[in-house]
């Protein structure tokens, strides 16, 4: 992500490819927050059981509140 920021930042390229790069960050940007909430999920999941920590599995992608 950072060195599409910097060819971006540089401006040595054709708007084409920049516009392809930007959009590129975007799906990366995306992947980085999926993966956050993902781990976020498996965090919240940890739960403390009499004493005992367990982990409860689950499926990506639904919502358990």
Do not use: H, P
Request: hydrophobic share 35%; net charge negative.
């Amino acid at each position: 992500m950072e060195a599409l920021v910097e060819r971006l930042e540089e401006g040595d390229i054709g708007l084409e490819e920049s516009l392809r790069q930007f959009e590129r960050g975007v799906e990366l940007t995306r992947a980085c927050q999926k993966a956050l909430a993902d781990a976020e999920q498996k965090v919240n999941k940890l739960i403390e059981r009499n004493g005992n920590v367990e982990f409860e599995s689950f499926e990506a992608g639904t919502n358990e509140d």
